[in-house]
């Protein structure tokens, strides 16, 4: 035991000789280093083994690494100083990995301006490639790889020009409202048992409708006829219409057609048993039956010609539409009211049609 004693004396003794050499610095390091193993130590005591986290490398290379090598060696570590110089040298490659590498892998990302630009131009062009598109851009100033435009129309599932070029029906449609007339047969039976046929054309655009007759008898001639008086109807009021649709009811004879070519109206006829291709009709035709002709007792062909043109007028003249933001064919939405007195005094007078089977509100004059 003396001689353990005395061991550890001369040993301490040339300690504290060595500690007369070190600066502050170096000891407050050292103090540092030797507290921070033996927090390590004391996570881990009683498992047998000593493991530095990611942490515990990172402090002890960021305080001991710029000590020269001599006096690592010198210091009480549970690894070699090598180690420590190696988890410094990590630690700086992962640091420069973080400082150095871009935010974003490749090209930058497209201004979102000229991506909806695109997507725009697209739409109203379904002919137009990528290609194109590009000289479009060019003509504009807005300067894009051609490539970077593939690749915004790959990533919004736009299919490639030849495929979209294909004008579709409800393309036609939109985009020859303005001169479209659509014409179709409706049927009624009266309280005699006889069956009366209703011939009437509403214009896609305007939602117009005219009605061009009943009959009980829809001959070639009758028919004919009617359409007749569509055409000087037409000339009258100035419509220009290039298109009228129409079912394969043989109802139509040949020259009913041949007087619209004349007048420079094209017959474009619709699917066998696809009246959605002829919808505008079907859904006019469909209204005309649940507001009037459902709720009415025809008693003769002069009763159902006054209802009609009653409901005509109704139509036209009155009757909102979802599809025109609620104003009629021949009427535009008024003003919104936005005086707060005119609003507490309203006076809204009813009219009755057909007796009371159409009603229309309006205010008091």
């Keep these: 035991m003396l001689l353990r004693l005395a061991y550890l004396t001369v040993t301490n003794a040339f300690a504290a000789l060595r500690l007369l050499s070190m600066s502050d610095r170096d000891k407050e390091v050292e103090i540092l280093a030797l507290r921070h193993q033996i927090t390590v130590l004391e996570r881990h005591l009683g498992t047998g083994k000593v493991k530095f986290a990611p942490e515990d490398r990172a402090f002890l290379a960021a305080l001991l690494a710029p000590l020269p090598r001599e006096v690592l060696r010198r210091l009480r570590l549970l690894v070699r100083p090598d180690t420590v ?28 301006s000229i991506r909806i630009l695109i997507l725009r131009l697209v739409r109203e062009n379904p002919s137009w490639g990528y290609r194109r598109l590009h000289g479009e851009l060019a003509t504009l100033g807005i300067k894009i790889a051609a490539s970077t435009i593939w ?38 039976v009266t309280l005699t ?138 009427r535009a939405v008024p003003e919104p009211i936005t005086d707060p007195g005119r609003i507490t005094r309203l006076d809204i007078r009813r009219h009755d049609r057909l007796g009371g089977v159409i009603h229309e509100y309006r205010h008091a004059a």
């Excluded at 190696?86 to 979102?112: E, F, I, N, S, Y």
Aim: charged share 25%.
């Design 193 to 330: 048992g006889q069956r009366q046929y209703i011939l009437a054309v509403i214009e896609h655009a305007t939602r117009r409708v005219r009605i061009l007759g009943t009959t009980v008898h829809p001959s070639a001639r009758w028919v004919s006829q009617a359409v007749r008086n569509l055409v000087m109807d037409l000339e009258d009021v100035g419509a220009s219409v290039t298109y009228l649709i129409r079912d394969r009811d043989a109802k139509f004879p040949a020259l009913f057609d041949q007087i619209l070519a004349d007048a420079g109206i094209k017959v474009v006829l619709a699917g066998i048993r696809t009246p959605r291709m002829n919808s505008i009709m079907e859904r006019w035709v469909q209204t005309c039956r649940y507001e009037l002709l459902d709720r009415t007792l025809i008693w003769n062909e002069r009763h159902l010609r006054h209802a009609l043109r009653e409901f005509e007028q109704h139509h036209n003249a009155h009757r909102p539409h979802q599809a025109m933001n609620q104003a009629a064919p021949l």
């Design 85 to 112: 110089l190696r988890w410094h040298r990590d630690l700086m490659k992962q640091r420069h990995a973080r400082t150095c590498r871009p935010q974003r892998p490749g090209r930058p990302p497209t201004v979102r």
């Design 151 to 188: 690749e915004i129309l790959k990533a919004e599932g736009i299919d490639p020009a030849p495929d979209r070029s294909a004008t579709t029906w409800a393309d036609f449609l939109r985009s020859q409202a303005d001169t479209l007339l659509a014409c179709d047969f409706i049927e009624t």
